[in-house]
């Protein structure tokens, strides 16, 4: 007669004291930057928030990308394409309103030209092979995740490369490359309402590769 051995289940650990002495880190850090500069403490405090959202929504612009193609879930996508919603009404606001006063319009427009593609190109695979973009890969070495930390070293090391190397690239192709600034093109109102409609329709039709995927 066999006998079946029940698997152990492992004890969960207790985080919460972990979490008290966090907590208390964070205040005790936050009230000394606060000492030196208020800013500083603002910064501190938007920091810690915004981390702790990415870290529970799962934000992640990666996965905004692959996991339609390698799950068929389009529900981080949906979440990249309403914040692009949100922050083109608000950049769009405060663009009209410099643009009412007679004042230069605020952010930066930069040139586009094939040096885009290319970055794109390079950055698209390098995130997909590393699992995260920065958001990403910031929220899992948070986590603990040992790969995270070799990758965000070899970020940091691409970075100061790319910064290196930046006037090459300034000097070849983006001092040559126009400037495109929507409204310029289009007008204000078919810039503004056009992007939010090819957003809304981007919207819909990953919400309808879901479904499909899903009932196939």
Known sequence: METVKKSKKKKKVNQFPYGVVLLVVI????????????????????????????????????????DPILTGSTSITRAVIVGLMIATIGFAAIQYNAYLRGEPIPGNISPVGIHIAIGATMFGIGMVIAGGCAS????????????????????IIGSL????????????????SPKVFLPDVFGWGVAFFGQLILLGLLFILAEWYEHKRFNA
């Open 27 to 66: 205040v005790i850090v936050g009230i000394i930057l606060s000492m030196q500069s208020p800013q500083l403490a603002v910064r501190w405090a938007f920091g810690i928030a915004f981390g702790f959202v990415l870290q529970k929504s799962r934000f992640c612009f990666t996965a905004s990308f692959r």
């Open 136 to 155: 990403g890969t910031l929220m899992r070495v948070g986590e603990g995740y040992m790969m995270q930390w070799l990758l965000l070293i070899f970020f």
């Open 161 to 176: 490369w790319g910064a290196r190397d930046f006037g090459w690239w300034t000097e070849m192709f983006i001092a040559k």
